[in-house]
């Protein structure tokens, strides 16, 4: 059981690339959640979906898109990076509204 | 706007005492409380959950909520170096259906042996 898993770890873009950081859970969840978490700011949602086919605006979703695959299967992608993107993004998932679990991590840098 | 307020810390206690961490939130309708701890570089791992008055046990952790004044608190007893790390307060605001935590930015503990 991987329970949250996140890929990649680390990236470094150059400003208005873009890419697609992914995530994925193995617990059925049918919620999941995508945050950023910079330094005095705490964790703050991006987006989130309460269940497979929805998604919904978080406190800062500007700049972002988000894919609800599947069941499993919820992607976060930047269009044009910039460097107020930089943060360190984790994905969540929970049962319901209540108890979320984290994966570890992706790392981004914008340059 | 809804918000969840934590002292930044740090906190330093010494080994073997009581660690009390507090936090406040705003929204009265708030349903479901979470601490979270963070050790550096790490992602959020789940502690303990409170959604009644008064006080919730797990071993060395309490947790204490009082909905009336809008708190909730986390004290760790016999603290150990490997406490030592960020304690995020995590509150679902919002009445039935809301699916958002709204996190404090956390309070850092150092446990001094």
């Known amino acids: 059981n991987a329970g949250v898993t996140q890929t990649p770890k680390f990236q470094v873009l150059k400003t208005g690339q873009s890419m697609t950081l992914q995530c994925a859970q193995d617990?059925?969840?049918?919620?999941m959640y995508w945050y950023r978490q910079d330094p005095g700011m705490g964790l703050r949602l991006i987006y989130y979906?309460?269940?497979?086919?929805?998604?919904d605006k978080g406190e800062v979703p500007n700049g972002y898109n988000v894919s609800r695959l599947n069941k499993r299967e919820f992607s976060l992608r930047l269009e044009s990076a910039a460097p107020s993107q930089t943060s360190v993004y984790f994905c969540?998932?929970?049962?319901?509204?209540?108890?979320?679990?984290f994966g570890p991590g992706t790392r981004l840098t914008v340059l | 706007q809804k918000e969840v307020e934590q002292n930044s810390g740090p906190l330093s206690v010494p080994e073997g005492a009581i660690a009390s961490l507090n936090c406040t939130y705003s929204?009265?309708?708030?349903?479901?409380f979470f601490w979270y701890r963070q050790y550096s570089g790490k992602s959020p791992e789940l502690i303990m959950s409170?959604?009644?008055?008064g006080d919730k046990e797990d071993g060395r952790f309490t947790a204490q909520l009082n909905k009336a004044s809008q708190y909730v608190s986390l004290l760790i007893r016999d603290s150990q170096p490997s406490d030592s790390a960020t304690y995020l307060c995590?509150?679902?605001?919002?009445?039935?259906?809301?699916?958002?935590?709204?996190f404090g930015k956390g309070t850092k503990l150092s446990v001094i042996p």
């Open positions: 929204d009265r309708v708030s349903q479901s």
């Open positions: 617990m059925n969840h049918n919620s």
């Open positions: 995590a509150v679902r605001q919002g009445g039935a259906g809301s699916y958002q935590l709204t």
């Open positions: 979906s309460a269940s497979e086919g929805t998604t």
């Open positions: 969540a998932s929970s049962a319901g509204g209540d108890t979320q679990y």
């Open positions: 409170i959604y009644s008055n």
